[in-house]
């Protein structure tokens, strides 16, 4: 039994997560910048969370800016977002 728990937990952890994130935007009745500061990134050979790359900002209700600090990661941030399975519209890229 312990063996099962251990195998599924990190797949239920994502689960837990990815409602958190949710339940962020849920509550507010606006974009915030949980929804999408965990999404995980390949940068340089590396996964890296979102937040540790670009400065993410809401300056409206219904729109999230992400600015890259390093410009070079913009495809490899692009990738992340459209994986990440959000149903997000990515414009002005």
Do not use: C, H
Request: charged share 30%; glycine share 8%; no cysteine.
């Amino acid at each position: 039994m312990f063996d099962v728990i251990l195998k599924i937990k990190p797949e239920l952890e994502k689960v837990v997560e990815r409602f958190k994130n949710d339940l962020a935007g849920l509550r507010t009745g606006r974009a915030t910048p949980a929804l999408v500061e965990n999404i995980m990134v390949d940068y340089y050979g590396s996964r890296v969370s979102l937040k540790e790359i670009a400065a993410i900002s809401v300056p409206e209700p219904k729109q999230i800016v992400i600015t890259p600090w390093d410009k070079n990661a913009l495809g490899d941030m692009e990738k992340g977002i459209r994986n990440s399975d959000l149903g997000i519209s990515l414009t002005g890229i």
